[in-house]
């Protein structure tokens, strides 16, 4: 419900937000739904009734995964989903973000969980436009649509952007030319709205561009020169 203090107060972050739309910028929130810390308080008070006893996949655990089937025989609540419905009215209600980017949707294999993440997310923001996007890979149009289309989420993160453009086409220079066409116009591909995918050829799962590169020896201007091509073809791709 806050950030993390070494980086500064909830005053600053919210001070961050609103001087970003004072200069007409969207703020996207990260947010770690399907996984805590092993520190995590509920953890620590009381493991089962939060999170599932064991990961559903141990070669994809990155710590306490909540458990959002499990209901309170005694409340019938569902504590999980009770917690981060909160937690999202809270970044959106008290922080102004404009959307939330679901880590590790996939692993959270629930899409009810999520369709309640998204409406919360939408219903808290009212008439401010809010994006809902799932780093659900790989991506699938079967994810994402409007409100009101039933779809959990509003937009995905395209996986694919990266692995066909950033990966083959730019760091190995192995371009295959209808991927390549299919995730610049990713109505190719069954989505039906241009803000339905997030491109990316880097991020914090991958190597940089730049020593991508440099593993298959590719250096200095030449690389400048494809960094270049990479970033062109990210403005430029149909989504955001």
Same mark, same amino acid.
């Given at each position: 419900?806050a950030?993390?203090?070494?980086y500064?107060?909830?005053?600053?972050?919210? &001070?961050?937000?609103?001087?970003?739309?004072?200069?007409?910028?969207?703020?996207?929130l990260?947010?770690?739904?399907?996984?805590?810390h092993?520190?995590?308080?509920l953890? &620590?008070?009381?493991?089962?009734?939060?999170?599932?006893?064991?990961?559903?996949?141990?070669?994809?655990?990155?710590?306490?995964?909540f458990?959002?089937? !499990?209901t309170?025989?005694?409340?019938?609540i569902?504590?999980?989903?009770?917690?981060?419905?909160?937690?999202?009215?809270?970044? @959106?209600?008290?922080? !102004?973000?404009?959307?939330?980017?679901?880590d590790?949707?996939? &692993?959270?294999?629930?899409?009810?969980?999520?369709?309640?993440?998204?409406?919360?997310?939408?219903?808290?923001?009212? @008439?401010?436009?809010?994006?809902?996007?799932?780093e659900?890979?790989?991506?699938?149009?079967?994810?994402?649509?409007?409100p009101?289309?039933?779809?959990?989420?509003d937009?995905?993160?395209?996986?694919?952007?990266f692995?066909?453009?950033?990966?083959?086409?730019i760091?190995?220079?192995?371009?295959?030319?209808?991927?390549?066409?299919?995730?610049?116009h990713?109505?190719?591909?069954?989505?039906?709205?241009c803000?339905? @995918?997030?491109n990316y050829?880097?991020? !914090?799962?991958?190597?940089r561009?730049?020593? !991508?590169?440099?593993?298959?020896? @590719?250096?200095?201007?030449p690389?400048?020169?494809?960094?270049?091509?990479?970033?062109?073809?990210?403005?430029?791709?149909v989504?955001?």
């Open positions: 419900f950030p993390e203090s070494a500064g107060k909830p005053e600053d972050l919210k &001070q961050l937000v609103d001087e970003a739309h004072a200069r007409g910028m969207r703020v996207i990260d947010g770690v739904y399907n996984h805590a092993t520190d995590n308080p953890a &620590q008070i009381d493991h089962d009734y939060w999170f599932h006893h064991d990961p559903k996949d141990k070669n994809m655990s990155w710590g306490p995964q458990n959002y089937e !499990h309170d025989p005694n409340t019938g569902m504590p999980a989903r009770k917690f981060i419905s909160e937690n999202i009215e809270f970044w @959106v209600g008290q922080y !102004h973000v404009d959307g939330i980017r679901f590790a949707a996939k &692993q959270i294999e629930n899409f009810d969980a999520l369709r309640m993440m998204k409406e919360t997310g939408h219903r808290v923001a009212g @008439v401010k436009p809010f994006m809902a996007i799932a659900y890979l790989p991506e699938s149009p079967d994810l994402a649509g409007p009101g289309s039933g779809k959990p989420m937009a995905v993160w395209q996986d694919s952007f692995w066909t453009v950033g990966d083959q086409a760091a190995h220079g192995k371009p295959d030319i209808e991927r390549i066409k299919d995730v610049l990713p109505m190719r591909r069954g989505f039906t709205d803000t339905q @995918v997030v050829c880097s991020n !914090h799962d991958h190597l561009l730049m020593p !991508h590169m440099a593993k298959s020896l @590719v250096f200095d201007e690389a400048f020169a494809r960094a270049k091509l990479a970033a062109t073809l990210v403005f430029t791709a989504g955001i």
